[in-house]
């Protein structure tokens, strides 16, 4: 079953403006990772923050993770045509439920930029 | 492209027959995963290998999956009796285990189709 919610569902934006993704899990976690998915192809991997960290920066991507809250939030800055994309959370919880680093996934946002 | 390579990529067939699909992971990527994913949702764990053991099974996988990797290095996932419900996309997945980050590679998918 899906661990994580995510919103918004769908977000659209114009091209150089900032797009945010919240998104929201259950239980304990090792680590939050942030994927990407073009459409009807496989998921590249965007970025990953530990669970004793708060935030995180790659590029144009900034990740934040409030513990306390179960919820991370991704930001695009200065977004392009080239973002559009759906963007997944998934949460891995290796040691605390005895998986071996599986992934559990949320919802979805599906972003579209716009020229 | 991750590395990670699916076949087929696309997979038509009719209720009750078998399909088998394989996974070739990047060769020092000892733990192999295999997701299910169907339209508007986030992946769903389906089972994953560490080398040629098989360690864990979601309850997902009904008696009519089996997924093998006889030597540690590809893998097959085949549906016996397909139904329409099987209709989704298959992803693999490899993680170099032991691994400071638990990125997980993924590969393209391989979509089925259940007439």
């Known amino acids: 079953s899906q661990q994580g919610e995510e919103d918004p569902q769908a977000l659209s934006i114009q091209e150089g403006e900032n797009a945010t993704m919240n998104c929201s899990y259950k239980t304990s976690i090792n680590n939050l990772q942030w994927y990407r998915q073009n459409s009807g192809r496989g998921l590249v991997h965007l970025i990953l923050i530990r669970s004793n960290e708060r935030e995180k920066h790659s590029g144009r991507l900034r990740v934040t993770l409030d513990t306390s809250k179960k919820s991370s939030s991704l930001l695009i800055t200065a977004s392009r045509a080239a973002d559009t994309a759906s963007y997944f959370c998934?949460?891995?919880?290796?040691?605390?439920?005895?998986?071996?680093?599986?992934?559990?996934f949320g919802t979805g946002t599906q972003l579209k930029v716009e020229l | 492209d991750t590395g990670v390579s699916q076949n087929p990529r696309h997979k038509i067939t009719k209720r009750g027959q078998n399909v088998t699909f394989r996974c070739d992971p990047i060769s020092e990527h000892n733990r192999l995963y295999w997701y299910r994913q169907t339209l508007g949702q986030g992946p769903e764990f389906l089972t994953y290998f560490q080398n040629e053991a098989q360690l864990e099974k979601s309850r997902l996988l009904s008696d009519r999956f089996s997924a093998e990797r006889p030597k540690g290095s590809f893998s097959t996932l085949e549906i016996q009796r397909t139904e329409q419900g099987d209709s989704a996309m298959y992803l693999c997945a490899t993680l170099r285990g032991g691994a400071p980050y638990n990125e997980q590679f993924f590969g393209p998918g391989t979509r089925l189709t259940v007439l």
């Open positions: 998934a949460t891995d919880a290796r040691g605390l439920t005895g998986g071996g680093n599986k992934l559990t």
